[in-house]
């Protein structure tokens, strides 16, 4: 659905996406060997935006992941709409002061301001939370002017717009050939409490859902563009965050499978414990799932126990990795280092645990401490949060900071060693082929089409 506020007056709305700065998880380094691939993942929330404005208000989407906004976009809009995370704020910053140069509002909602609204004074309007009635009175105060404000203004959600009540995101506004996998939003929210996790603070715990006939319109909207990748990833923050609602949505997205002759394969993020749920990875294993994140964050039941991660302590961790790739689903890892736990056999453990799980793909990261969660509170009432960009996290660890760095330099250049790494891909396309899927290992997560 569309906004419902009435308006009088016609604006030209720019969205404008930030750029990522090349990371690993983004798979950057990778996008030469893909025709046509100049982009991670579809900007899901912005795009929603984009498609719920008023029909009379003509709308641009530029994300500066494929190309920058020029002079000429900008001198076209009346107003400029921007979303983003924390690792994109220097990003975000620099398409503001573009847009002031062209003489134009700014509007910035999204995670980062939502969580932390202070680091953004030079925007003009901030939209906290998700879309809802703040973005009801954002596009009321633009249809009473475009002009800038002479402070800032702050637009806080109460009042969410239920799932069922999202528009399609605007597809029919990006190149969806130029990405490498497609998004799909099913659920929003996690039931758990982990540490270092903001997603209930920001979006609940109880999970919000989309019907199974959203999930399905999505997916025709963007087969109607040629060339679009063949792999959809579910944004969702967990899942099986609400267990019975992804086992009654499985079969809808199965009978769209099998009346398409299987166009899509799908991959998604959830906890561990989905291992537990055989009837749900049978239906995605029907369904062409191919790939699972999961947020394994330590082999370490310690501390797992104490970033209240108690979830993977319940199900036997390398069991568990084997049900899942027994189910074709390819398993890639987060990893979390320099941990309060953290002791001299942290290293020696994690390196057995890439060894023995074979799962391929971790992405090892340093601790950060983000607002808005446990871990941001605590840190912050110990005096150990950390304000210096030189560092490589905001965290004062309890080891010494360039032993904890050094650790995860080695622990990542073990894992990405070439010729372990290749073994562990081999490794997965053995249960793969057994469970009947009928493309092998990782490479399916991506474009398949080498440049010419």
């Known amino acids: 659905m569309r906004a419902s506020v009435p308006v009088k007056n016609r604006r030209r709305l720019l969205c404008v996406f930030p750029h990522y700065t090349p990371a690993f998880g983004t798979f950057n380094h990778a996008y030469r060997l893909m025709k046509g691939v100049r982009a991670f ?61 062209a003489g134009k509002v700014v509007m910035l909602g999204g995670p980062s301001v939502s969580a932390s609204p202070e680091m953004y004074p030079d925007i003009d309007y901030l939209h906290i939370g998700e879309i809802g009635d703040a973005t009801d009175q954002l596009i009321a105060r633009l249809d009473e002017s475009v002009a800038r404000p002479s402070a800032q203004l702050r637009f806080e959600t109460k009042d969410r717009l239920p799932l069922q009540d999202f528009p399609i995101p605007a597809y029919d506004l990006i190149p969806l050939k130029s990405y490498l996998m497609l998004t799909l939003q099913f659920s929003s929210g996690c039931p758990y409490l982990c540490e270092f996790c903001d997603i209930p603070n920001l979006y609940g715990r109880q999970p919000r859902l989309k019907t199974p006939a959203q999930i399905t319109a999505e997916l025709d909207a963007m087969r109607k563009q040629k060339g679009h990748p063949p792999v959809v990833y579910f944004v969702d923050d967990n899942f099986i965050g609400n267990r019975k609602a992804a086992k009654d949505m499985l079969p809808h997205l199965l009978a769209w499978q099998k009346q398409h002759d299987y166009p899509l394969q799908f991959a998604c993020e959830a906890t561990l414990n989905i291992a537990k749920q055989p009837e749900i990875l049978k239906l995605m294993r029907e369904c062409s799932f191919l790939g699972i994140f999961v947020g394994i964050e330590t082999p370490e039941a310690d501390a797992l126990k104490a970033m209240r991660k108690s979830q993977n302590v319940a199900v036997p961790m390398m069991e568990s990795i084997k049900t899942l790739n027994d189910y074709g689903l390819e398993v890639t890892s987060g990893i979390i280092l320099g941990l309060d736990t953290d002791s001299d056999d942290t ?39 950390e304000d210096d960009p030189t560092l490589e996290s905001n965290v004062r660890f309890l080891r010494p900071y360039q032993e904890v760095v050094s650790m995860w330099r080695r622990c990542i250049a073990h894992a990405n060693d070439p010729e372990r790494l290749f073994a562990r891909f081999y490794h997965q396309a053995m249960p793969t082929i057994r469970s009947g899927c009928s493309r092998v290992s990782t490479i399916r997560w991506m474009r398949p089409t080498p440049i010419a």
Request: hydrophobic fraction near 55%; charge should be positive.
């Open 347 to 385: 290293e020696v453990r994690l390196k057995d645990f890439i060894d023995i799980s074979r799962i391929p793909m971790l992405t090892i990261n340093l601790l950060q401490a983000l607002p808005k969660t446990p871990l941001w509170d605590r840190l912050k009432l110990a005096g150990r949060l």
């Open 41 to 101: 993942m579809p900007p899901q929330g912005l795009l929603v935006i984009a498609a719920y404005m008023p029909q009379a208000w003509p709308v641009r989407f530029i994300d500066e992941n494929i190309r920058k906004a020029t002079d000429a976009d900008f001198a076209w809009a009346d107003a400029v709409l921007v979303s983003g995370m924390h690792v994109q704020a220097a990003q975000i910053h620099d398409i503001a002061a573009r847009a002031h140069a």
